[in-house]
């Protein structure tokens, strides 16, 4: 089975695809099954490398506690133990905090970056509705499975988008019977994400080819934080979809992964 010890934690990852390494990097509470109907777009393009982060999905606990400076970490011993000692890096939320750190503590192991719909965090940071949180963490934990992927599907995508798609949202319902997420893990998860804060002089002092990409309509996430971040990264480019939601993966995977083709050429 395709384990790997990154120090303590036991993390599992797969390998699909040929060309150049691409290190794709989830947010909170999802297993990377959720990036599989994206993965076709960059598939033959690249070697993909997908993980869950330690306590989701397939991947094992071992430190409850931990920090975004603690998964980048997680995930730079994965790609020593795999042999990989440089990548390109997509992370979407959660996963764009990771990149950033991974390529702050690691510059080494990045070629090209790519944050998507993310935020340096800090005191100066568009933080979410407090009614849009609790309404999250309210069908996350109270309705069941199949229930709780179509109530997170107008929060996570945009309304008009997932009205007109109600299958994509409901394609999540699987993944989450199969791997239902420890709600102590994805607490941890969100402490971690809610205490991120990259530094300006950190995040300026980033000088790989960066792509910030977000969807204007993002409601966990405002997209100030995306022009933030490209302002302050020098060598950077700010793309932004318009009318689309948070997950610009699952709402709009053909434009993210053309972006990405391009990007990572």
């Known amino acids: 089975m395709p384990y790997i010890d990154a120090g303590s934690e036991r993390l599992y990852f797969e ?11 989830r947010g909170l509470s999802r297993s990377m099954r959720f990036w599989e109907p ?25 430190d409850g506690r931990f920090s975004i400076d603690d998964l980048a ?16 890096v997509f992370g979407l939320s959660l996963g764009g905090m990771v990149a950033q750190k991974l390529a702050i503590r690691h510059p080494d192991k990045v070629s090209r970056l790519a944050l998507g719909s993310t935020t340096a965090g800090g005191l100066k940071s568009r933080f979410p509705r407090v009614d849009t ?12 499975v199949d229930a709780s992927a179509r109530a997170q599907g107008p929060l996570l995508m945009s309304p008009t988008h997932h009205q007109g798609n109600p299958h994509v949202a409901q394609s999540w319902a699987p993944h989450l019977h199969q791997e239902p997420p420890d709600p102590k893990v994805v ?3 969100a402490l971690a994400g809610a205490l991120h ?15 910030v990409i977000t969807g204007d309509a993002d409601r966990l996430i405002n997209a100030d934080n995306s022009r933030r971040l ?6 950077s480019e ?3 979809l318009p009318g689309k939601g948070h997950d610009i993966v699952a709402e709009a995977p053909e434009l993210v992964g053309l972006h990405l083709r391009r990007f990572f050429h």
Do not use: C
């Open 15 to 25: 390998r699909t695809g040929e060309g150049p390494p691409v290190v794709l990097i």
């Open 38 to 62: 994206f993965l076709p777009h960059l598939s033959d393009h690249f070697t993909l490398i997908t993980y869950d982060h330690r306590g989701i999905g397939r991947s094992g606990l071992h």
């Open 73 to 88: 970490d997680d995930l730079a011993r994965l790609m020593d133990a795999i042999d990989l000692p440089k990548a390109h």
């Open 133 to 144: 949180l609790l309404k999250l963490a309210a069908y996350s934990a109270l309705l069941p």
């Open 187 to 189: 607490f941890r998860q």
């Open 197 to 211: 804060d990259a530094k300006p002089d950190e995040i300026a002092g980033i000088d790989h080819p960066t792509l």
């Open 230 to 235: 490209a302002r302050w990264i020098q060598n």
């Open 238 to 240: 700010l793309v932004e």
